[in-house]
């Protein structure tokens, strides 16, 4: 099987599957470089969630990925001033630009169809205006693929609902991760949650995966400007709870996650859309 990711092919295999096959459909990966709730899990681990699931639904689809983008948009995770997180993040501005050049020149070349993924809700909820521009511009179409807390994913992990970042984030980590790297059992053996900021008062809940929505009288439609760790809770301080995260789930995450990018492919690949404007004359600037 012809190798998926467009960084290890040579540009006549690209031409062939893109032209000769007919596959006009490529996955473009975008991770983040961030700090979690859990000083032990790698920072780029929505990255390496977003390959991973990339590349076999890429396998399973029969379809062409570009490499992953490790810098995405997360100024909340930065922490305080000084403190040392080592958190990457793009501006908004200069984000969506990479977003949308990325788009133009594989629309330039030939393919109709994109598909955008991020495991780091963030990069999704950010890039409207980008899905936006590329269709309208271009006729293309452009989709945003992304979620990870997923009711099958709560339903593998089988935690509560402020716990399940903390205990999916330690599932994926151990799946992903050699064993003598950074991410053994031991240090996800107590879990960070999830909850509203302590400055907004009781009447205010957050669940994971939501963005800068908080809950209120049921519903979900209030967004606030809040920084990761005023919502965050770290392992080791008084809300800790014991992990029920493991391996075995965080594999079983992953196949469902590649599983159902790779179903949605599937349809996307039957479109019969084709873009009517391919050049990209403001490359130079």
Same mark, same amino acid.
């Given at each position: 099987?012809?190798?998926? !990711?467009?960084?290890?092919?040579?540009?006549?295999?690209?031409?062939?599957?893109?032209? =000769?096959?007919?596959?006009?459909?490529?996955?473009?990966?975008?991770?983040?470089?961030?700090? +979690? =709730?859990?000083?032990?899990?790698?920072?780029?681990?929505?990255?390496?969630?977003?390959?991973?699931?990339?590349?076999?639904?890429?396998?399973?689809?029969?379809?062409?990925?570009?490499?992953?983008?490790?810098?995405?948009?997360?100024? +909340?995770?930065? =922490?305080?001033?000084?403190?040392?997180?080592?958190?990457?993040?793009?501006?908004?501005?200069?984000?969506?630009?990479?977003?949308? $050049?990325? =788009?133009?020149?594989?629309?330039?070349?030939?393919?109709?169809?994109?598909?955008?993924?991020?495991?780091?809700?963030? !990069?999704?909820?950010?890039?409207?205006?980008?899905?936006?521009?590329?269709? +309208?511009?271009?006729?293309?179409?452009?989709?945003?693929?992304?979620?990870?807390?997923?009711?099958?994913?709560?339903?593998? %992990?089988?935690?509560?609902?402020? #716990?399940?970042?903390?205990? %999916?984030?330690?599932?994926?980590?151990?799946?992903?991760?050699?064993?003598?790297?950074?991410?053994?059992?031991?240090?996800?053996?107590?879990?960070?949650?999830?909850?509203?900021?302590?400055?907004?008062?009781?009447?205010?809940?957050?669940?994971?995966?939501?963005?800068?929505?908080?809950?209120? #009288?049921?519903?979900? !439609?209030?967004?606030?400007?809040?920084?990761?760790?005023?919502?965050?809770?770290?392992?080791?301080?008084?809300?800790?709870?014991?992990?029920?995260?493991?391996?075995?789930?965080?594999?079983?995450?992953?196949?469902?996650?590649?599983? +159902?990018?790779?179903?949605?492919?599937?349809?996307?690949?039957? %479109?019969?859309?084709?873009?009517?404007?391919?050049?990209?004359? $403001?490359?130079?600037?």
């Amino acid at each position: 099987m012809l190798i998926p !990711n467009i960084l290890q092919l040579g540009w006549g295999a690209i031409r062939e599957k893109l032209h =000769g096959q007919g596959c006009d459909t490529i996955l473009i990966p975008i991770g983040s470089c961030e700090r +979690h =709730g859990n000083p032990y899990t790698p920072l780029g681990l929505d990255g390496m969630v977003t390959l991973r699931v990339v590349e076999r639904a890429a396998r399973r689809a029969d379809v062409l990925h570009t490499p992953l983008m490790p810098f995405g948009y997360a100024p +909340h995770h930065m =922490g305080r001033v000084n403190e040392g997180t080592g958190t990457v993040s793009l501006s908004v501005e200069t984000y969506r630009r990479v977003l949308l $050049d990325i =788009g133009r020149s594989l629309i330039y070349h030939g393919f109709n169809k994109l598909v955008f993924v991020s495991f780091h809700s963030f !990069n999704v909820t950010n890039a409207e205006e980008v899905l936006f521009a590329l269709r +309208h511009r271009t006729g293309a179409f452009v989709a945003f693929y992304g979620g990870r807390e997923t009711p099958e994913a709560q339903r593998i %992990l089988g935690c509560p609902p402020d #716990q399940m970042a903390g205990d %999916l984030e330690a599932s994926l980590a151990l799946a992903l991760l050699e064993p003598d790297a950074a991410g053994r059992p031991e240090d996800y053996a107590r879990t960070f949650t999830i909850h509203a900021p302590e400055w907004l008062g009781p009447a205010f809940s957050k669940r994971p995966g939501t963005g800068m929505a908080v809950g209120f #009288q049921g519903e979900e !439609n209030i967004w606030v400007a809040m920084e990761d760790y005023e919502f965050v809770e770290p392992p080791g301080e008084e809300r800790e709870r014991a992990s029920l995260a493991s391996r075995e789930k965080g594999v079983r995450v992953l196949d469902a996650l590649a599983e +159902h990018l790779a179903l949605f492919v599937l349809e996307v690949k039957k %479109l019969a859309i084709t873009a009517e404007n391919r050049d990209f004359p $403001d490359r130079v600037r």
